[in-house]
């Protein structure tokens, strides 16, 4: 665990971060239920390419989305080594397919920089901001963006 305030404080919260691909990336721990070894879903018909299918999770129907094809980059080969984090989004549970799971990072707000104006529309509506931790760049996912009905819901 990287403790990234020098203090804990009542406006230090705790930021799970994770590998897809050649980047990485953090959510709210509070955001996460779980996080499980990498489930073969079933697919359905007529998803979006970046959901891989649903699986069970102790009765409910969860869908995975394939991170890093969400972002629009090249679909993740899902294997043993690869994870799933069951996150909170709004009302709903929704996995994640992600590389590997790095960190829990402690963090004050003032330690998350906005996401820069060079950046299109696409990455802000992605990434809520930047953290430079220990010569890390990690970005912070905006859980809310990640399924195109959440973001109308979101509106």
């Given at each position: 665990?990287t403790d990234?305030?020098?203090?804990?404080?009542e406006?230090s919260?705790?930021?799970?971060s994770f590998?897809?691909?050649d980047?990485?990336?953090?959510?709210?721990?509070?955001?996460v239920?779980?996080i499980?070894?990498?489930t073969?879903?079933?697919?359905l018909?007529?998803?979006?390419?970046?959901?891989?299918?649903?699986?069970n999770?102790?009765g409910?129907v969860?869908?995975?989305v394939?991170?890093?094809c969400?972002?629009g980059?090249e679909?993740a080969?899902?294997?043993?080594?690869?994870?799933?984090?069951v996150t909170?989004?709004?009302a709903r549970?929704?996995?994640?397919?992600?590389?590997?799971?790095?960190?829990?990072?402690?963090?004050?707000?003032d330690?998350?920089?906005p996401?820069?104006?060079?950046?299109?529309?696409?990455?802000?509506?992605f990434?809520?901001?930047?953290l430079a931790?220990d010569g890390?760049?990690i970005s912070?996912?905006?859980?809310?963006?990640?399924l195109p009905?959440?973001?109308?819901?979101?509106a």
């Amino acid at each position: 665990m990287t403790d990234v305030a020098t203090t804990p404080s009542e406006s230090s919260r705790e930021l799970v971060s994770f590998r897809a691909g050649d980047q990485e990336f953090c959510v709210d721990i509070m955001a996460v239920r779980e996080i499980r070894g990498w489930t073969p879903s079933t697919t359905l018909p007529q998803t979006p390419s970046y959901v891989c299918g649903v699986i069970n999770l102790r009765g409910a129907v969860l869908p995975i989305v394939d991170f890093n094809c969400r972002l629009g980059r090249e679909p993740a080969v899902p294997s043993d080594r690869h994870v799933i984090i069951v996150t909170h989004i709004g009302a709903r549970l929704v996995g994640l397919l992600v590389d590997a799971v790095s960190d829990i990072l402690t963090v004050t707000g003032d330690v998350i920089q906005p996401t820069p104006d060079v950046a299109c529309d696409t990455v802000r509506n992605f990434v809520r901001g930047i953290l430079a931790v220990d010569g890390r760049m990690i970005s912070l996912v905006a859980l809310d963006r990640i399924l195109p009905d959440l973001e109308a819901e979101a509106a």
